[in-house]
């Protein structure tokens, strides 16, 4: 049976969802690039507009979501997931904080529910993104920091826009995560290009800690494929930046996380990194329960 993209997450390449097939999967309809709207929608001066749907925090619909939604569908898809952290790991007394991944794969929304939950440990409050349509048949998905967009209206659009930025100026411990590229889009594509949503929200926010994450799956020695995250270093970026500076900026940090990260793998060079999940065992290993048993039994080799 094929395997269907889990229903939580974020951004995807906007015109490729228009035009994929009806059984695509639930998540090619929930995503939406934010950076590709931000562009073409110009802020606006009101203090209190916010999208349709808000964030609302729950802890218990959390806890059941990455249990249930992120958890288990790991375990059962990864042998491994591996963690680096370069540099500081970001704290709330820094300020807000903003984290940008690269895109290639459905897969990646994972890596923000493990940062959070297995590396902050919820020490910042996540806020994402998704169309207001979508959300409003799935409006549970609020519980855990999901507020709405409607990318067909460009006021709307501004709302929501506006709404994280000034969530992330009210409060430090505030967390928003976004895929600048805009679009799934190969590990292996250079240059990487990315819109400026990511570097527009920072200085609408007053100033943010910005942190690139570089996220990469290989199959290596056991059935299943295995998921590499390197985050960091962080970097700040103040209310003054010029959006185009910061822009560049962002993208040759996340540039180089991505290429790092790849040579590293590549190298087999994962002294630093940890372990963060472990999934369920491969047919490789499960040949080789039988055939200990099977020594055991005959007493051979």
């Known amino acids: 049976m094929a395997l269907r993209p889990p229903p939580f997450a974020v951004y995807s390449d906007l015109h490729k969802r228009k035009q994929a097939p009806r059984n695509e999967g639930l998540v090619e309809s929930l995503l939406l690039s934010l950076d590709q709207f931000i562009m073409s929608i110009k802020p606006t001066s009101s203090k209190t507009a916010k999208p349709a749907i808000t964030a609302h925090h729950n802890r218990l619909a959390e806890e059941i979501i990455y249990r249930l939604l992120v958890q288990l569908p790991a375990r059962s898809t990864f042998k491994r997931v591996w963690l680096k952290i370069d540099g500081p790991l970001p704290h709330p007394a820094d300020g807000p904080l903003i984290g940008y991944l690269n895109h290639p794969s459905w897969w990646d929304g994972y890596a923000t529910f493990f940062l959070h939950r297995e590396i902050f440990r919820r020490r910042f409050i996540p806020y994402l993104m998704m169309e207001e349509s979508q959300l409003r048949a799935y409006r549970f998905f609020s519980w855990i920091g999901v507020f709405s967009v409607d990318f067909r209206d460009r006021a709307k659009a501004a709302q929501s826009t506006n709404y994280i930025a000034r969530l992330l100026h009210e409060r430090r411990d505030r967390c928003f995560w976004i895929f600048p590229q805009g679009k799934l889009t190969p590990n292996e594509r ?43 270093p962080p970097h700040y970026a103040p209310p003054d930046s010029d959006e185009a500076t910061l822009t560049t900026d962002i993208t040759q940090r996340l540039t180089t996380a991505v290429d790092i990260l790849r040579d590293e793998v590549a190298a087999e060079q994962l002294d630093d990194y940890h372990v963060l999940l472990r999934g369920r065992p491969g047919i490789n290993q499960a040949a080789d329960v039988v055939r200990a048993l099977w020594v055991r039994l005959v007493g051979g080799g």
């Open 190 to 232: 250079r240059p990487i290009t990315i819109y400026p949503g990511t570097a527009r929200i920072a200085i609408q926010s007053g100033g943010a800690t910005l942190w690139p994450v570089a996220v990469r799956y290989e199959f290596r020695y056991e059935q299943h494929a295995e998921m590499f995250i390197r985050a960091g």
